[in-house]
């Protein structure tokens, strides 16, 4: 392809020198924000420049200029698996340098929001000095990989793990930009040279282009998909027979984004490519992303996702592709399907005597509030008990390796901050999950995180006058139709889709294996819940034994569920 027809944010990475761009610069001079084509560059680094849309209307009626800057700051961490210092660092530098919140991600990664700039430099060296890393947890790279982060001691727990860290540090990228830019004393005057390098020899895998878009991996179990494998560019399936991990089904091209008003764009469930040995499992991931690397769209970065090269060329050419780059045919997928989804939330029993808690965090928002104080108490449980730390895909973290015996200082601690135990959770609010959105995410159409609670408070009402208050099923709901907090294979999804507005979904479910499909657009948030209702009161009457209610809405489907609505 002809440099000319590339996107801009492609001229934008070739000309960075391998992720620099005018970064060094920018960062030495006293401003609050960055470049527009800087902005590009600094994602790769795990930071976004964001500014407070709340306080826009404002700014402007006061006759200010300009935006209210501050910075989003990810960091990447395999599995979620993290320890209680590495926790209680992210927390200091919440209160010390950000918005003191901390933010537990859809990808068992975590944000700190309201970093201003001339304390970028210091946040991202403090996370590494905790041996935790931002490189790559944004940016047209491998993303954080997921695997499923319950501690039991059963050896396949590990050897998930242990892929996990091997794929997220095989796919880094490896540019020394990173340490020059951010670990380094700016006033030293070190720098790394890297101008003379041959590209295979300073990014072998990724080049000077990088990939053409995000990329991302998770790892489940047949019997556990809680990462939700069909949603990746790369699901692996661990395949296990007789307690041992004899390999995965790779699924290939899954993704959730899309745009409404572009018909070229859609959410696409991963497809069942091959089955891999566990020790070949990297290289074939590696021939993945060079396939991607090598033929994914970089004209239009609206279809340039895994997803859509899939789409266009059909598995099988795919597949041939990707043996081609190996250098070695691949097996069929074996037969194994997910069959399961736990969330790991309460209290259970690892297997080597110790525990673990799965804590429910509403949104993955840590905070202190008057009513609950969980950052507070978070705290304290990391400090005098040191439990290990596992992130969920549910924004939840798992508190572990516990003795028996400090289970109810656990607990003690979470009531003494007013914080909800797991089980004071209701079923529809444990199996809730929102985006970001409004007021940090630039492309928020409309609210998430701030008004899921209260939809989820009308539907617990609404669930119980009903009977089915213990009926397990998914809502997620994001600002805008990107996806993050995965909507579209949800039993219900609500995506937002103007102000206030939101596009229902329905008919997806728990194993995350079905995408749902569109019930009502636009639709008032205030009006949410009542346009779920008859469904709820249909699915009580007519389901059949142990159907879920996204089952039920796939069976009957939109005419039927709409026939119903109307006459209800
Ligand atoms: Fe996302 C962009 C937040 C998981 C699909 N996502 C964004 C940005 C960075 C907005 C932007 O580009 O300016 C959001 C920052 C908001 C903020 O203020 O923090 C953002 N995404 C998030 C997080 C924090 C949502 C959350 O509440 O947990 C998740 C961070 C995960 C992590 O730790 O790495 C997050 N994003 C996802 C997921 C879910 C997943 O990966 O399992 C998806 C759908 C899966 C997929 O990728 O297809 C997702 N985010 C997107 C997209 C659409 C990509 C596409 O292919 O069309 C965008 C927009 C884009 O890339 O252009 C986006
Ligand atoms: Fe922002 Fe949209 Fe992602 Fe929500 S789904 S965080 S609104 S990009």
């Known amino acids: 392809m002809s440099e000319e027809k590339k996107s801009h944010v492609e001229t934008v990475k070739l000309e960075s020198n391998y992720l620099r761009g005018t970064l060094g610069e920018e960062l030495a001079v006293d401003t609050d924000s960055f470049t527009k084509d800087s902005t590009h560059v600094l994602k790769h680094y795990g930071t976004y420049q964001q500014d407070d849309r709340d306080t826009r209307a404002e700014r402007r009626a006061q006759g200010l200029t300009g935006k209210a800057y501050s910075f989003m700051v990810r960091t990447r961490i395999p599995g979620g698996k993290l320890t209680s210092r590495q926790l209680l660092a992210q927390l200091d530098l919440a209160d010390e340098l950000g918005n003191t919140t901390l933010r537990i991600t859809s990808r068992q990664g975590l944000q700190l929001h309201g970093i ?215 097996a069929d997928p074996e037969p194994e399907d997910v069959t399961g989804h736990n969330d790991h939330i309460g209290w259970d029993q690892q297997g080597d005597g110790h525990w673990f808690y799965g804590l429910n965090i509403e949104n993955g928002r840590i905070l202190d509030r008057d009513s609950m104080q969980l950052k507070s108490a978070l705290r304290e449980i990391c400090t005098r008990l040191e439990p290990g730390i596992r992130l969920t895909a549910h924004q939840s973290l798992l508190l572990t390796d516990l003795q028996g015996e400090q289970r109810d200082e656990v607990e003690a601690i979470l009531r003494r901050h007013h914080v909800k135990l797991s089980d004071q959770y209701s079923t529809v609010r444990r199996w809730s999950m929102a985006c970001v959105a409004w007021p940090t995410c630039g492309l928020a159409i409309t609210d998430s995180e701030r008004v899921l609670p209260g939809v989820i408070d009308q539907l617990e009402l609404e669930l119980a006058k009903l009977g089915l208050e213990d009926e397990p099923f998914t809502v997620r709901m994001t600002g805008c139709p990107n996806g993050c907090a995965r909507p579209y294979n949800s039993d219900v999804g609500l995506v937002g889709k103007a102000r206030g507005r939101y596009t229902v979904f329905v008919g997806g479910r728990l194993l995350g294996n079905r995408l749902n499909f569109i019930y009502r657009e636009l639709v008032p948030l205030e009006e949410i819940v009542p346009t779920l209702v008859p469904l709820l009161t249909y699915f009580k009457q007519d389901r059949m034994a142990g159907e879920s209610f996204g089952d039920f809405c796939d069976r009957k489907g939109l005419e039927d569920l709409t026939a119903w609505a109307n006459q209800a």
Request: proline content about 6%; aromatic content about 8%.
């Open 116 to 330: 201003l700039k001339t304390n970028l430099r210091e946040t991202i060296r403090r996370i590494n000095e905790t041996q935790l890393s931002t490189l790559g947890a944004c940016g047209d790279v491998n993303r954080n990989v997921m695997c499923c982060p319950a501690p039991y001691t059963q050896p396949i727990y590990r050897q998930v793990q242990v892929l996990a860290d091997q794929l997220a540090d095989h796919l880094a990228p490896r540019t020394p930009a990173y340490h020059e830019l951010w670990l380094s004393d700016p006033d030293s005057g070190e720098k790394t040279l890297v101008g003379g390098g041959q590209p295979e020899e300073i990014e072998p895998i990724y080049g000077q282009h990088y990939l053409p878009r995000k990329f991302k991996i998770g790892i489940g179990f047949t019997f556990d998909n809680c990462v939700d494998i069909y949603t990746h560019d790369i699901g692996l399936l661990a395949v296990v027979r007789d307690d041992q991990l004899v390999g995965y089904n790779v699924l290939v091209g899954g993704g959730q984004g899309t745009t409404p008003a572009a018909a070229k764009t859609f959410p696409a469930l991963g497809q069942r490519m091959a089955f891999v040995a566990p020790d070949r499992v990297v290289d074939v991931a590696t021939a993945i992303v060079k396939v991607q690397r090598d033929f994914g769209n970089r004209e239009d970065r609206k279809v340039a996702r895994l997803k859509y090269l899939v789409h266009r060329w059909g598995l099988s050419r795919f597949k041939a592709k990707v043996e081609e780059y190996y250098g070695q045919p691949l």
